[in-house]
């Protein structure tokens, strides 16, 4: 890989097969070198999880000028761990693009995302991040009205950055026409019936993870679900700090003894 490009590590929840981070490839490789590491199957809702317990191996899987495409058997995050410390050699990635992810990743989605958990990843190492996500479940979704953005954001960050402990999260809804951009706050939400049990014929019960998935505050105009309701690209900056410095001015005045 050329040094004096900028390096772009890209990863994903859904596989490195996922027709969404080829779609990316495609739509970033013209901003510098590209090194993938996603996993070797599908890791959804793995959010920050990493292997503690399981031996990770790294499999090279395509290369050409500019690009090396590597799985992993691990988690979202341990790619970008591994990325880091194994592949990148004396190169520091200039930027971690989470995605381009089957499904939405808007309000609570996303402290369930293994999309999100690449992107906190890089953002905890203090490298600017983003996770893409489109609300399409489909494996042929298609991505190619999302190109102008997904180029604009990758343009942007590279030339600006983002502060220390801040990335981005942005979706994209399904719709002919964007209605434009929206930069708004994580909605309220909350998932319920998440659980469906089965008898199996030997006898004993077993458990699917499903749900339905509610948004808390529909009137709001200044959220992501609003904003992808709507057929707008909704942008999140997120915080890896999640202390509640409100509560925590109150908290200061609590008598402990």
């Not at 809702?45 to 899987?61: D, E, V, W, Y």
């Not at 004396?90 to 989470?98: N, S």
């Not at 809804?173 to 909350?190: D, I, N, W, Y």
Request: with cysteine; net charge negative; hydrophobic share 35%.
């Amino acid at each position: 890989m050329e040094n004096k490009k900028p390096l772009i590590l890209i990863s994903n929840d859904d596989g490195y097969h996922a027709k969404g981070l080829r779609s990316l490839i495609d739509m970033v490789g013209g901003f510098g070198d590209l090194l993938v590491c996603a996993p070797e199957a599908a890791r959804s809702g793995f959010s920050c999880a990493f292997s503690a317990t399981t031996p990770l191996r790294l499999k090279l899987r395509r290369k050409w000028e500019g690009v090396e495409v590597w799985s992993c058997n691990g988690t979202p995050v341990d790619c970008v761990k591994l990325a880091l410390s194994e592949l990148c050699g004396d190169r520091r990635p200039d930027l971690v693009i989470g995605g381009i992810n089957h499904g939405d990743n808007a309000s609570v989605n996303s402290h369930y995302s293994g999309t999100m958990g690449v992107t906190m990843e890089g953002c905890m190492k203090y490298i600017p991040s983003v996770a893409f996500s489109i609300c399409d479940h489909s494996d042929d979704a298609d991505f190619r009205p999302l190109e102008p953005f997904v180029k604009m954001i990758t343009k942007k960050l590279l030339d600006e950055g983002l502060p220390k402990g801040v990335c981005l999260n942005v979706n994209f809804p399904v719709v002919e026409r964007f209605s434009g951009v929206k930069v708004c706050r994580m909605a309220r939400g909350t998932w319920g019936n998440e659980v469906v049990r089965c008898h199996h014929p030997r006898d004993y019960d077993y458990f699917w993870m499903v749900g339905e998935y509610t948004n808390d505050e529909p009137e709001a105009t200044d959220t992501d679900n609003w904003a992808l309701t709507h057929g707008y690209v909704a942008i999140t900056p997120t915080t890896v700090d999640v202390t509640d410095y409100e509560m925590l001015r109150q908290m200061q005045s609590w008598d402990f003894e």
